[in-house]
């Protein structure tokens, strides 16, 4: 009978020690990663800025702030190591760098470093990125990005715009600037306009479709080059208003609002 109790015993304490070991675990499995979040002022009386992100994996929307400032908020998350990131002002370019540790692995660790930055609305801007998502919302000035990899979103700007990208996605749509120049390596473009431009590229080098759609009841000098185009807008070669768009491989589709 001693034996039968010292087996039971046994085989009890086996099973708490792997409750506890799971529930150990689980409690690990829910934790939230560490975060950290700042936020920064610096005085702006210029009007045009540079944004440079060219070093590491970061994120980063722009949106109109007040006069006479900008103002950046940074946001970390990660689960192994902290990414290394810095930010440097040298009165006329905004430089901003995360490096994440182990992100050359198959299967790196959480790592991520996104920023918000507020700017006068009436500055022109010129952004770099690498391959993290770049996000320019209802900006009033004229735009030049440039990006390596990550998606660009434009949204509702008013000025000139011109992107090039490698082989991250343009998004634009509610776009009344008169000239647009957006030009990708392999990737998709998708245009949205809600006042005409007067001229309008839309090249993919390499191959991916293109998208655009303008306002109707108004005519276009439409130049176009693709094995598939499905153009429905109104063409008259002496338009004041130009469309080129082409792809060597993909679709083009021009059409109305």
Same mark, same amino acid.
């Given at each position: ?5 010292? /087996? ?20 690990? @499995?829910? #934790?939230?990663?560490?975060? $950290? &979040? ?18 590491? %994996?970061?994120? !980063?929307?722009?949106?109109?702030? +007040? @006069? ?12 192994? +190591?902290?990414?290394?990131?810095? $930010? ?9 760098? #995360? =490096? *994440? ?20 609305? $009436? ?7 690498? %391959? ?15 990006? #390596? &990899? ?24 509610? !776009?009344?600037?008169?000239? =647009?120049?957006? +030009? =990708?390596?392999? @990737?998709?473009?998708?245009? &949205? ?13 390499? @191959? ?20 598939? /185009?499905?153009?429905? =807008?109104?063409?008259?070669? +002496? ?6 768009? &082409? ?7 021009? *059409? *109305?609002?």
């Amino acid at each position: 009978m001693r034996k039968v109790w010292l /087996v039971l015993g046994a085989v009890t304490t086996a099973f708490t020690l792997m409750a506890f070991t799971i529930g150990m675990w689980h409690g690990f @499995a829910k #934790a939230k990663p560490p975060q $950290e &979040s700042t936020r920064r002022s610096i005085p702006f009386a210029l009007s045009k800025l540079r944004l440079d992100a060219e070093r590491g %994996n970061v994120s !980063l929307q722009v949106l109109p702030g +007040e @006069a006479g400032e900008l103002v950046l908020e940074r946001s970390l998350r990660w689960s192994a +190591e902290k990414p290394a990131v810095s $930010e440097d002002w040298d009165g006329r370019t905004l430089k901003l760098s #995360a =490096v *994440c540790p182990g992100s050359d692995r198959f299967d790196p660790p959480l790592c991520e470093a996104d920023y918000t930055l507020y700017m006068p609305p $009436e500055t022109d801007l010129e952004a770099t990125t690498v %391959n993290g998502r770049l996000d320019l919302t209802e900006l009033r000035g004229d735009i030049r990005a440039t990006s #390596a &990899s990550g998606l660009v979103r434009v949204t509702g700007a008013r000025g000139d715009l011109r992107i090039r990208s490698g082989t991250g996605d343009v998004h634009a749509d509610g !776009l009344t600037g008169d000239h =647009v120049d957006v +030009e =990708v390596g392999s @990737a998709t473009v998708l245009l &949205s306009f809600h006042a005409s431009p007067s001229d309008l590229r839309a090249v993919a080098r390499a @191959a991916g479709d293109v998208h655009v759609i303008v306002p109707p009841e108004l005519t276009y000098d439409v130049t176009t080059d693709a094995l598939q /185009v499905d153009a429905d =807008v109104l063409t008259d070669k +002496e338009s004041p208003r130009k469309i080129t768009a &082409s792809t060597p491989d993909g679709d083009i589709f021009l *059409c *109305c609002r």
